[in-house]
């Protein structure tokens, strides 16, 4: 059965430090994998996603993400965060197209000035 | 952009009575979801619905749960009857035909059962 574990559940960086959020998974076959990212009090908003093709993805704020297959893993980096980087990071893997999103538990990124 | 609507966006009620949660999936999307993420926890999957019947589910949505599409545009979640876990963040979800498309998730409606 498909898991995700996120290793990390807080991570305090300061403002303009690197941060890299930690995703493993597991599967007995293929897999889409997603971060989302949910603000205080808000939903979910789609980060970025792999699917295929290059293994390295980026968003538009910055964010980058790389899936290795070999380590099963899809960890997030950002090379300078910023206070409104403040949120809660959700790692996500289905196992087919349409299928169910399974989460891991959760990364709350808390960036300080 | 595109998005889903969840209302309402906070609900109270009391343990036993019924509850419907509606959802207004992207125009164009096939596949509908619902999730739910207790406080302090993470977001766990309820159910799946595609071509008009549930897909999956998960252990979680047993018989007090139900889910429907009845006119083609709202997609709703029923609890039978409420009890105190299953307050909760419950989001909706929807996704489009094509492979590169995402999973677009609603604000979310805060269920609490007092």
């Known amino acids: 059965a498909q898991s995700v574990t996120q290793l990390d559940s807080q991570v305090p960086v300061f403002e303009e430090a690197p941060v890299e959020l930690r995703c493993n998974y597991s599967?007995?076959?293929?897999?889409?994998l997603f971060w989302y990212v949910q603000y205080p009090n808000q939903g979910l908003q789609l980060l970025l996603k792999y699917l295929s093709g290059s293994t390295l993805v980026e968003s538009i704020n910055g964010f980058e993400a790389e899936f290795n297959k070999s380590q099963t893993s899809f960890h997030l980096r950002k090379p300078s965060v910023h206070i409104s980087d403040t949120a809660e990071y959700f790692c996500?893997?289905?196992?087919?197209?349409?299928?169910?999103?399974?989460f891991g538990q959760g990364t709350e990124l808390s960036v300080k000035p | 952009e595109p998005e889903v609507t969840q209302t309402p966006s906070h609900q109270v009620t009391q343990m036993g009575q019924e509850v419907i949660l509606r959802c207004v999936p992207i125009?164009?999307?096939?596949?509908f979801y619902w999730y739910r993420q207790i406080l302090g926890q993470k977001v766990e999957f309820l159910v799946s619905f595609y071509n008009n019947e549930i897909s999956e589910k998960s252990e979680i949505f047993d018989d007090q749960f139900s889910v429907e599409r009845p006119d083609g545009s709202n997609f709703t979640l029923k609890i039978r009857s409420t009890k105190l876990e299953d307050s909760a963040m419950y989001f909706c979800a929807s996704k489009g035909n094509l492979i590169n498309y995402g999973y677009t998730f609603g604000s979310g409606t805060r269920l609490t059962v007092v």
């Open positions: 599967s007995s076959v293929s897999v889409y």
């Open positions: 996500a893997v289905s196992e087919r197209m349409g299928g169910k999103l399974i």
């Open positions: 125009s164009n999307h096939l596949y």
